[in-house]
């Protein structure tokens, strides 16, 4: 072999040594993490330590204080830089809403005793909470649990002109919460029978004066509404001056009446 050519074949062995090497440096050399904090403005909220029912008594155990953004701070939250005794202060409250780990704690969410009971805590201020008895037929086959909601209807039984009976059906109120069944103000441990004789409901003044008229007028049937229906603004009563569409039927030789409200 010529001298030129053993040159050239050297050469090119120097060339592609030092470039397998250094590849492999390149590929053997660990990689660079770089870490970069950013500091955040935080501040430490009161949250629920645990799942608080409606009703259910504070303790000491039910709250802790949590870092918050502080950009993300309500007003109603309780922070510990203006409030730092507020575990101590609001152990043994009621509480007027259920409230799941990690939420933050209002004062409209708890009430102390004294202020009233587990019953006058969870109502809105000006409703009233007035009882009506039920059961199996007139309850939903005591289906109805509390937070449900549901329209008011009486079933009264009229002399008509002709000197016969009918019954009349008119719906009383519409969209009405209950507030609890029997004794039971929440539903717990997937319970889907609500045990009892009386529902409560949440009506105003003038409202809770009607119902308490058409329990001595009449039965009173609850028909459920659907949940869809929880926030619409439909409660209003109904009165005889709504009587629309009206609707005869005959039963068993008497004749019935159901009056259409909508």
């Not at 010529?2 to 590929?27: H, N, P, T």
């Not at 005794?85 to 043994?92: G, P, R, T």
């Not at 009264?156 to 719906?171: H, I, L, N």
Request: positive net charge; contains cysteine; glycine residues 10%.
């Amino acid at each position: 072999m010529k001298r030129a050519q053993l040159l050239g074949v050297a050469i090119a062995g120097v060339c592609g040594l030092a470039a397998f090497f250094g590849v492999m440096s390149l590929v053997s050399k660990p990689t660079r993490v770089v870490r970069e904090e950013v500091t955040t403005n935080t501040t430490q909220v009161l949250v629920a330590k645990n799942d608080i029912g409606l009703g259910t008594i504070t303790g000491l155990e039910s709250f802790r204080w949590q870092d918050w953004p502080q950009n993300a701070v309500s007003p109603s939250y309780i922070q510990r830089g203006t409030r730092p005794n507020a575990v101590k202060e609001l152990e043994n409250s009621v509480a007027r809403a259920p409230m799941l780990p990690g939420e933050p704690i209002t004062a409209m969410k708890l009430v102390k005793p004294g202020e009233g009971g587990v019953l006058a805590a969870i109502l809105p201020a000006g409703m009233r909470a007035i009882s009506t008895r039920i059961k199996e037929e007139t309850g939903v086959g005591r289906l109805i649990l509390p937070n449900d909601h549901v329209d008011v209807i009486l079933t009264q039984r009229r002399r008509s002109r002709a000197g016969g009976e009918e019954f009349v059906a008119d719906t009383l109120f519409r969209n009405v919460r209950v507030l609890a069944i029997g004794q039971l103000i929440e539903a717990k441990d997937g319970k889907k029978l609500a045990e009892g004789n009386t529902a409560t409901l949440e009506l105003t003044q003038r409202q809770s004066e009607n119902l308490a008229l058409a329990n001595s007028m009449g039965e009173i049937s609850l028909a459920l509404r659907s949940i869809a229906d929880i926030d619409s603004k439909e409660q209003q009563a109904a009165g005889p001056d709504k009587r629309g569409n009206s609707i005869r039927v005959l039963r068993y030789g008497v004749k019935s009446r159901a009056y259409g409200v909508n």
